[in-house]
């Protein structure tokens, strides 16, 4: 990789580093981010009644929607973060001149498209399965985006954490578990205790950006939850540079 070549160009070549390892597996990544999420909501509309589908379905079909979304940012990124520590491929990359973002936000990128099909399905057959409005289809992609580029802080600081790659995926798949709960579970129906939990974890705003547009509602507070995940991401990528990378003994 040549010094002179500029920071997207770079950035575009680790990249394609990343999606070159993944040209043959590609479909399991795939399946399983799309899989889960809706496989949830197709189960919780089974034992809903008509009742609690106009009461919880928004709730649920935004959850699962950014579910789709935690899997990678959080599960698969984390995973590969730790195995990237563990193999001493951060020492590798370490020797080339590209920024420790830009490595972060390839990896990221590259299972992030995965993620973008499973949530874009849930929103469509969610809407179908609780009765609701398509309307939150055009919010999908900017929510898909900035929520990936907010949860992938949780996801680093894991992979990072961890001492190898199967611990990493235990504590990956509970922080997983909390985004889902708290995602699908209304607020009003937690102890008052949740509502700090609730505030700080990037997938609530997800979560709530999503929901006028499922209601059929005018966007509303959309612009904030938005530039909160923003705000998120840009704490996230800058702990990358600083406190989360490994320190070199």
């Not at 990343?18 to 509309?45: D, E, F, H, K, N």
């Not at 951060?90 to 499973?118: E, M, N, Q, R, W």
Request: aromatic share 10%; charged share 10%.
């Amino acid at each position: 990789m040549s010094r002179r070549a500029g920071p997207a160009n770079r950035f575009r070549i680790l990249l394609l580093m990343q999606m070159a390892r993944l040209r043959t597996s590609w479909r399991p990544y795939l399946i399983v981010s799309s899989a889960m999420p809706l496989g949830i909501a197709v189960l919780l509309r089974a034992v809903m009644t008509e009742g609690q589908v106009d009461e919880f379905g928004v709730q649920i079909v935004s959850g699962c929607a950014v579910l789709a979304i935690a899997m990678t940012a959080i599960v698969m990124l984390a995973q590969r973060v730790a195995w990237m520590q563990e193999s001493g491929a951060l020492d590798y990359y370490a020797t080339l001149p590209v920024s420790k973002t830009g490595v972060i936000g390839a990896v990221l990128l590259s299972f992030a498209v995965f993620s973008l099909p499973g949530t874009v399905i849930v929103v469509l057959v969610g809407a179908e399965l609780f009765h609701l409005s398509l309307g939150a289809l055009w919010a999908a992609v900017p929510v898909w985006a900035l929520g990936s580029f907010a949860l992938a802080g949780i996801g680093v600081a894991i992979g990072f954490g961890a001492p190898d790659e199967q611990i990493a995926g235990m504590y990956s798949n509970l922080a997983m578990m909390a985004v889902l709960f708290l995602g699908i579970l209304p607020p009003d129906r937690l102890p008052a205790w949740f509502d700090p939990v609730r505030a700080i974890l990037p997938s609530t705003y997800a979560v709530e950006a999503l929901m006028p547009g499922l209601n059929g509602t005018a966007p509303g507070g959309m612009l904030f939850d938005l530039l909160v995940l923003v705000a998120f991401g840009a704490v996230s990528f800058w702990a990358v540079k600083g406190p989360l990378w490994p320190k070199a003994e």
